[in-house]
């Protein structure tokens, strides 16, 4: 079973000085609005309204943090976890990149996304979610760019693999990975940059991304458990069609995934 299927919602801020103090390593979801961000996250974690996806991209400005480890079994979602058994916590940032949001809400988020992503010692990796369509826009490019001096890993999700034709998923990836290698620090050495093709709808790359971002977050060591659930069953959440319908109470998220509706495995 996934580490990842343990998240539970840990804490959200809007700000960098209400940052959670703890020292675990951090894994960051970054995307546009309407890349399927919150549709992965749900997906990997196997719960239905971990992230919530909004049907108006672009209205959370907050960064809402998930924790993996110190919860048990018997334990309800909402009672406390034991924080001496915290091993990662996954970092949804705001989407960005939707044209209706005003001005000022812009600035807020690049001055959150870039303080947070450049200067968070905690932060181990950025998992960057843009659609296999159209990889790399301005936005997509600035925040690698934002990200790739600190000489962290950077893992590119390409969703919505499934609208893509054989062909044109294999020139994708290619290209991708081609864009990736371009960049080299002064020294002229690659950066630790990978990527992969991935649908929620068709479940592709689930299980390359799962083992990937547990690599990246230092899970493989991690004893496997039952993740909590709502009613302290410790039962896996039951499959279902909207598996990005509903939140989960602990803030919006911003991306609009009208063309996805899968469910978390049973």
Same mark, same amino acid.
């Given at each position: 079973?996934?580490?990842?299927? !343990?998240?539970?919602?840990?804490?959200?801020?809007?700000?960098?000085?209400?940052?959670?103090?703890?020292?675990?390593?951090?894994?960051?979801?970054? %995307?546009?609005?309407?890349? %399927?961000?919150?549709?992965?996250?749900?997906?990997?974690?196997?719960?239905?309204?971990?992230?919530?996806?909004?049907?108006?991209?672009?209205?959370? !400005?907050?960064?809402?943090?998930?924790?993996?480890?110190?919860?048990?079994?018997?334990?309800?979602?909402?009672?406390?976890?034991?924080?001496?058994?915290?091993?990662?916590?996954?970092?949804?940032?705001?989407?960005?990149?939707?044209?209706?949001?005003? %001005?000022?809400?812009?600035?807020?988020?690049?001055?959150?996304?870039?303080?947070?992503?450049?200067?968070?010692?905690?932060?181990?990796?950025?998992?960057?979610?843009?659609?296999?369509?159209?990889?790399?826009?301005?936005?997509?490019?600035?925040?690698?760019?934002?990200?790739?001096?600190?000489?962290?890993?950077?893992?590119?999700?390409?969703?919505?693999?499934?609208?893509?034709?054989?062909?044109?998923?294999?020139?994708?990836?290619?290209?991708?990975?081609?864009?990736?290698?371009?960049?080299?620090?002064?020294?002229?050495?690659?950066?630790?940059?990978?990527?992969?093709?991935?649908?929620?709808?068709?479940?592709?790359?689930?299980?390359?991304?799962?083992?990937?971002?547990?690599?990246?977050?230092?899970?493989?060591?991690?004893?496997?458990?039952?993740?909590?659930?709502?009613?302290?069953?410790?039962?896996?959440?039951?499959?279902?069609?909207?598996?990005?319908?509903?939140?989960?109470?602990?803030?919006?998220?911003?991306?609009?995934?009208?063309?996805?509706?899968?469910?978390?495995?049973?």
């Amino acid at each position: 079973m996934s580490k990842l299927w !343990q998240a539970r919602f840990f804490t959200t801020v809007n700000h960098l000085r209400d940052l959670p103090r703890t020292t675990v390593p951090e894994i960051a979801f970054a %995307g546009r609005s309407n890349a %399927g961000k919150s549709t992965a996250i749900n997906i990997l974690c196997n719960q239905k309204g971990l992230a919530f996806a909004s049907k108006t991209p672009g209205r959370t !400005q907050h960064i809402n943090f998930f924790s993996i480890g110190g919860a048990h079994v018997a334990m309800h979602r909402h009672d406390p976890i034991n924080m001496d058994e915290l091993r990662c916590l996954v970092a949804d940032l705001p989407g960005y990149g939707y044209a209706e949001v005003s %001005g000022n809400a812009k600035l807020h988020w690049q001055r959150l996304l870039g303080d947070y992503v450049q200067q968070r010692e905690q932060l181990a990796a950025l998992v960057l979610m843009m659609d296999a369509r159209r990889p790399f826009t301005d936005l997509d490019i600035q925040m690698l760019e934002w990200f790739a001096p600190t000489g962290k890993p950077i893992h590119c999700i390409l969703t919505k693999a499934d609208k893509l034709t054989r062909n044109e998923a294999v020139n994708t990836l290619r290209q991708a990975q081609a864009k990736l290698d371009s960049y080299v620090d002064e020294d002229g050495e690659g950066f630790p940059f990978t990527v992969q093709l991935f649908s929620a709808l068709k479940r592709i790359g689930i299980e390359e991304a799962t083992a990937k971002i547990e690599e990246l977050a230092g899970l493989n060591d991690m004893p496997e458990a039952v993740p909590a659930t709502e009613d302290g069953t410790g039962e896996a959440p039951a499959a279902g069609p909207d598996a990005a319908g509903s939140g989960s109470g602990s803030g919006s998220e911003s991306d609009a995934d009208a063309d996805a509706d899968p469910s978390p495995a049973p």
